[in-house]
């Protein structure tokens, strides 16, 4: 009964916070507007939605033509074109549809703040306040205008690292380790490697246990296919000046 109630609050605090990410990001979402930032307009947005029209068209992300003689996406992880939510951006008009992407991972952020803070006993109405606090947050929204879409998935990398009661519950530690992979996955995938570390790091700071660190190697091996190509580019260019 206990669980059921706990699940109970915790759907209610995340649709609060939704609601709340709602209203905070309307002129964006409904009133056509976007935000005034000349670094995402002319380097964030174009490279993602040329990566998230490829992904949209069924291909692989491999070159973008719209800069210069032409970009590596793939083998250029600071694009984040291996992220598969980038599909987003390439289902609309290019500011638009990334606008909607930024929107969606500030619900995100905020939603597992709110989440993490329940499950470490904070009462709904202060989870909420946190949540909707970091939604309305200059820093949140600098970090994601920046390309850092992995930061969203930060506080529910830390929620899910949370050590498990009971010490003789393997299998749900062994769950906990593969949801915490996903989740670096994820964060490694989206952006940038700055959200990477940081997700490694939370998520070893408050799992505090063998099954943390398992799962945080996991999921740097899980968005190695993002690094992969960048290696693979790199040596072909000391080979080629060779």
């Avoid at 200059?138 to 990398?157: F, K, R």
């Avoid at 749900?172 to 670096?184: E, G, Q, T, W, Y």
């Amino acid at each position: 009964m206990r669980a059921m109630t706990a699940e109970r609050s915790g759907w209610l605090v995340a649709v609060a916070v939704a609601a709340v990410v709602a209203v905070v990001e309307a002129p964006i979402v409904l009133a056509g507007r976007t935000w005034t930032d000349r670094a995402y307009q002319t380097e964030v947005v174009p490279s993602r939605a040329a990566a998230g029209s490829a992904w949209a068209a069924g291909r692989l992300p491999e070159w973008w033509d719209g800069s210069g003689l032409g970009v590596p996406l793939a083998a250029e992880p600071s694009h984040g074109a291996m992220y598969p939510l980038l599909a987003i951006a390439g289902a609309g008009p290019d500011l638009a549809a990334m606008d909607l992407l930024i929107v969606v991972h500030a619900m995100l952020a905020a939603i597992g703040v709110a989440i993490w803070a329940r499950r470490r006993g904070v009462d709904e109405i202060s989870a909420v306040v946190a949540g909707a606090a970091l939604a309305a947050s200059g820093a949140l929204h600098a970090a994601l205008l920046a390309g850092g879409l992995g930061v969203a998935w930060l506080p529910w990398i830390g929620w899910a690292a949370e050590p498990v009661d009971d010490p003789l519950a393997r299998r749900a530690k062994i769950r906990r380790a593969c949801l915490v992979a996903a989740l670096i996955g994820a964060a490694g995938l989206a952006g940038p490697p700055a959200a990477l570390i940081d997700a490694v790091i939370v998520a070893i700071v408050v799992g505090r246990s063998r099954w943390a660190v398992i799962g945080a190697a996991a999921g740097v091996v899980a968005c190695a296919c993002a690094w992969l190509p960048a290696i693979v580019h790199r040596l072909g260019d000391v080979a080629s000046a060779g």
